[in-house]
T-cell receptor
Framework: EPEVTQTPSHQVTQMGQEVILRCVPI?????FYWYRQILGQKVEFLVS????????KSEIFDDQFSVERPDGSNFTLKIRSTKLEDSAMYFC?????????????FGQGTRLTVV | DAKTTQPTSMDCAEGRAANLPCNHS???????VYWYRQIHSQGPQYIIH???NNETNEMASLIITEDRKSSTLILPHATLRDTAVYYC????????????FGTGTSLTVIP
């Protein structure tokens, strides 16, 4: 069964460093997302991406964050200068269409720990 | 903000049906109801979704009331592996396309 894969599963970084979280969406999907979940809190929407551009972003997704689809398979989330409060699980998701009647499938996440 | 209301927690005996309710009284005519679950800190797992008709798949059944103001997710024979947080989600908009996760229902399946 096709699945969304994320690497690495766990990333430890020092405060102020740049990190890139990687995702391989399901191959024929068109819509891509990043979500995050701080320990013990809700799953929060960060950004959605379609047709090589951001289609929607939340207040959390500030100038420190960026997304890119560098080739036909990868979808990345970059945090330019990490802060302690960026420590969280980051989930990538993809869906096959843009309609409301299309489910999204999530990866298993990358646990980011900023020290 | 969330457009759904769910109980904070529920228990279910192993082998019995788990019925998870959700209220979405302000749902609009073209908004779908989705159910996801999250086991421990894993990625959310898609379960089922529907508009107004009842739906069934290999994982669960979704019963939506005629007025669409509430729904129930049914896991017909709960197992210990079904212990998870279950999220009822109303898709917020057509163009936005995001899923808004509330606090969900923490289901514990008891042996």
């Amino acid at each position: 069964e096709p699945e969304v894969t994320q690497t690495p599963s766990h990333q430890v970084t020092q405060m102020g460093q740049e990190v890139i979280l990687r995702c391989v969406p399901i191959s024929n999907h068109l819509y891509f997302y990043w979500y995050r979940q701080i320990l013990g809190q809700k799953v929060e929407f960060l950004v959605s991406f379609y047709n090589n551009e951001i289609s929607e972003k939340s207040e959390i997704f500030d100038d420190q964050f960026s997304v890119e689809r560098p080739d036909g398979s990868n979808f990345t989330l970059k945090i330019r200068s990490t802060k302690l409060e960026d420590s969280a699980m980051y989930f990538c998701a993809s869906s096959g269409g843009v309609l409301q009647n299309t489910e999204a499938f999530f990866g298993q996440g990358t646990r980011l720990t900023v020290v | 903000d969330a457009k759904t209301t769910q109980p904070t927690s529920m228990d279910c005996a192993e082998g019995r049906a788990a019925n998870l309710p959700c209220n979405h009284s302000t749902i609009s005519g073209n908004e779908y109801v989705y159910w996801y679950r999250q086991i421990h800190s894993q990625g959310p797992q898609y379960i089922i979704h529907g508009l107004k008709n009842n739906e069934t798949n290999e994982m669960a059944s979704l019963i939506i009331t005629e007025d669409r103001k509430s729904s129930t997710l049914i896991l017909p024979h709960a197992t210990l592996r079904d212990t998870a947080v279950y999220y009822c989600i109303v898709r917020l908009s057509v163009t936005g396309n995001q899923f808004y996760f509330g606090t969900g229902t923490s289901l514990t399946v008891i042996p």
